[in-house]
């Protein structure tokens, strides 16, 4: 009875020599190790792509947002390249070859890495007179900037985003002064994650045309 | 021992037999394990990898489709061009649609400026154009702004409508006043600019304070301006202009033959004090005061002095002819108003015209508002409805009169005194336009000029009909002009015909044989086109549309994207907020 019962324990739960069961264990390790390593691996080829991919979807988005600014744009009317900004004549609503508080968009970058857009909007209530009054012409070759920031403070100019995560911007124009520039070229570098992007973007100003 | 051995001989085996089964089973799951790892993994990455070719083919199909909405847009407009008349089109909102071109499926439409079917004779237009590529629609818009041919008989108007202040003598404009456009004017269009006159020498003459505004406004001399006088034109207060050839002829009118020999209706002086109407006729001195209403039909009427006072009204009912022997005073609340819109009234004065804390070619409401202004005026009036001139000489006209608006006065209409040293004062508008002598806009005094007096040709227009191709005034205008100027007619007197035929254009037609530019045919039997008939502008749309979402603080339906504000803010995230519509 003693014997059959040992048998039957032996033959029920066979055992493993300590060496087979060290080159288990090992060999087990080695596979959880590889696994491990390819996912780890791939989850950070993933991570990457994914912010790669942010960073496509964000540069087309400012490609599909500036264009709206820059492709009916008459012309690029001045460049502050310390504040990465540029001041666009957006259109001649008010008088033909002459520029206006109200056709001016100052395009930049603020501190908080955003791409921003900010233009003069008088407030609703104002009679039509006040609006002519206030919607001065500004000569050419004036401080364009510095026009609009006179409005801001005064509480006159509305802004909004293009694009966030912006660590910086730079300017080219396809002549010496942006004025006379029919093509412009704006490049970003975009933060997506703990890495960063470069942008370009070239824009051609058909309708380009000075200020009197 | 040996039993044991055996035992463990025979147990041995039996855990060699159990122990294979067992591998072989591990074995399946660990392959099991690796299939599943790998798919999850490969699935992982070309999940990963299948949007990209998507972002790039939207990026493809939106510049395809900008491009092909550019192409309908110059088609659109190039048919404008060739003569499209907007009258002949059964759907101008269905200008072209779903064509094929440039590899996209386009449709464009033309509205006018609200959106809306555009008059037969408008002169600004929207071109709307939509692309499909790939599913991606690009709209854009483009301003057009049409220059009707005008007949060449109507090419001088002898009112100077073109003018919105023409000067004969002297032009001042203090500081803070004000010369715009009228922004209710359905003639205001983008772009538009407006004209002042002068008719003198001297840039000593010409007085533009630093601090008025001037807005979109060209300066015009004519032939006798000193070369200081022209160079005005060129300064930074104006937005060009030109040195116009000819003298540009600034005359007073005779009294038309409708208020002549008028059948004498009272020989005393009248003062009215209560509502009543008026017989056509002659009359003395009329004075309407204390509230009472007076009410003119048509026909012509003819008083010494008129006077309005005290909230007095005069209403206008049909098409009258005032003729005023001295003086017309509309003061302290007084008004001069139409029964209706049809209705319209010619003053013809020999003197003096004082308006004093009154209004004129405005319900009486704005005139008692003693506190009223020129945005008191809220919807567009027809100034051609209200005409002032002043009489030459020859028909009992003052040598020197004066136009005089003070204290807040409102004036709609058309102010022609030639002779007259006029003055809009303090607080005071004129919606319309002014010929003078002096002219002499104060302090906070405003002219805000109608552009629908303006017929697009005339003496403004260099490039027009009157000039030749070297900016000379055509054979035989100099002598037209001339006539006029030395009293052989008068104002009204300046018959289309008389113009036609000395212009040589028999009444219509014509205005391109000086320079034969469009009597030439085309080598190659193109259908000719004429720039300057449609000029084209791009217009923003999408920014605005972008930016009125935010001005509005509300999601945008504009044209052109689903504007997201708070997508905007976070491009990151939302790629459908991004998305051309």
């Known amino acids: ?212 | 021992m040996k039993r044991n051995a055996d035992i463990i001989e025979s147990s041995g085996r039996a855990v060699r037999a159990g122990r294979t089964n067992d591998r072989r089973g591990v074995a399946m799951l660990l392959a099991l394990c690796a299939v599943a790892t790998a798919t999850i993994v490969t699935a992982s990455y070309v999940a990963s990898r299948e949007n990209t070719p998507s972002i790039a083919g939207n990026a493809l199909n939106a510049t395809s489709a900008k491009w092909a909405a550019e192409s309908a847009g110059d088609l659109a407009v190039a048919a404008l061009e060739t003569g499209l008349d907007l009258a002949d089109l059964s759907d101008p909102s269905a200008l072209l649609s779903s064509i094929q071109i440039a590899g996209g499926n386009a449709s464009v439409a033309i509205t006018d400026l609200d959106g809306n079917e555009p008059d037969p004779d408008a002169t600004q237009v929207v071109v709307t154009i939509s692309a499909t590529v790939g599913g991606v629609t690009s709209t854009s818009q483009r301003i057009v702004q049409l220059t009707p041919p005008v007949p060449f008989d109507e090419c001088i108007d002898p009112e100077l409508g073109e003018f919105g202040i023409f000067a004969a003598s002297s032009l001042t404009m203090e500081s803070g006043s004000i010369f715009a456009p009228w922004p209710a004017s359905p003639g205001v269009v983008v772009g538009g600019k407006i004209n002042m006159g002068v008719g003198f020498s001297s840039d000593a003459s010409l007085s533009i304070h630093s601090s008025s505004i001037l807005a979109v406004t060209r300066l015009f001399t004519d032939a006798s301006a000193t070369s200081a006088l022209k160079s005005q034109v060129g300064s930074a207060k104006f937005m060009g202009g030109a040195a116009l050839p000819i003298d540009v002829p600034a005359i007073r009118a005779g009294l038309p033959s409708t208020a002549q020999g008028l059948t004498v209706r009272s020989i005393l002086n009248m003062t009215i004090l209560s509502t009543r109407g008026l017989a056509v006729g002659s009359y003395q001195d009329v004075t309407v005061d204390n509230s009472a209403v007076v009410t003119l039909s048509t026909g012509a009427y003819a008083f010494s002095d008129l006077r309005l006072e005290d909230n007095a009204v005069l209403r206008i009912n049909g098409d009258v002819v005032v003729h005023c022997r001295d003086d017309l005073e509309v003061v302290r609340g007084g008004a001069i108003e139409f029964v209706d819109a049809a209705s319209k009234v010619s003053f013809f004065v020999a003197d003096n015209i004082e308006l004093t804390d009154a209004a004129m070619g405005v319900d009486r409401a704005i005139s008692r508002n003693a506190s009223r202004s020129g945005g008191s005026v809220g919807s567009y009036i027809d100034p051609s409805r209200l005409k002032i001139y002043s009489l030459n000489q020859s028909s009992g006209g003052s040598a020197s009169s004066t136009f005089t608006m003070a204290t807040n006065s409102i004036l709609v209409g058309v102010v022609i005194a030639p002779a007259s040293s006029i003055t809009v004062g303090p607080g005071c508008t004129l919606f319309g336009r002014l010929t003078g002598a002096q002219v002499a806009v104060k302090p906070g005094g405003a002219v805000l000029y109608d552009p629908k007096l303006d017929k697009g040709q005339g003496f403004t227009v260099v490039d027009g009909p009157l000039y030749t191709n070297t900016g000379q005034p055509v054979a035989g205008l100099e002598d037209v002009l001339e006539d006029i100027a030395s009293g052989v007619t008068d104002l009204l007197n300046v018959t289309a015909s008389l113009l036609g035929g000395l212009l040589g254009g028999a009444g219509s037609g014509g205005g391109d044989d000086d320079d034969g530019e469009l009597s030439e045919t085309p080598p190659d039997e193109v259908t000719p086109r004429t720039a300057d008939t449609a000029v084209a502008k791009s217009w923003p749309t999408l920014a605005r549309s972008l930016e009125q979402s935010v001005e509005s603080e509300s999601p945008s339906n504009g044209l052109l994207v689903n504007v997201d504000v708070g997508a905007v803010c976070d491009v990151g995230g939302d790629a459908e907020a991004l998305e051309i519509e």
């Open chain 1, 1 to 212: 009875m003693n014997h059959f019962t040992r048998t039957s324990r032996f033959t029920a739960r066979p055992g493993l020599t300590l060496i087979e069961l060290l080159i288990a264990l090992v060999i087990t390790a080695l596979m959880g190790l590889a696994i491990g390593s390819m996912m780890t691996m791939v989850g950070s080829v993933s991570e990457r792509d994914r912010t790669e991919r942010a960073a496509l979807l964000r540069a087309h988005a400012g490609q599909v947002r500036l264009r709206a600014y820059m492709d009916p744009a008459l012309c690029v009317l001045q460049h502050d390249e310390d504040d990465h900004a540029a001041v666009v004549w957006l259109y001649d609503m008010n008088g033909a070859e002459a520029v206006n508080l109200t056709e001016l968009r100052l395009i930049g970058v603020n501190d908080d890495g955003e791409l921003t857009v900010e233009w003069v909007k008088f407030p609703e209530n104002w009679t039509e007179l006040q609006l002519i009054a206030a919607d001065l012409t500004v000569p050419a070759g004036s401080d364009f900037a510095g026009a609009i920031a006179l409005q801001r403070g005064l509480g006159y100019t509305r802004t909004t985003t293009l694009l966030t995560g912006v660590s910086d911007a730079a300017w080219t124009f396809s002549e010496k002064t942006p004025p006379e520039s029919s093509r412009v070229r704006l490049g970003l570098t975009l933060e997506s994650g703990d890495a960063s992007f470069g942008a370009l973007y070239a824009f051609g100003l058909k309708d380009h045309a000075q200020p009197e």
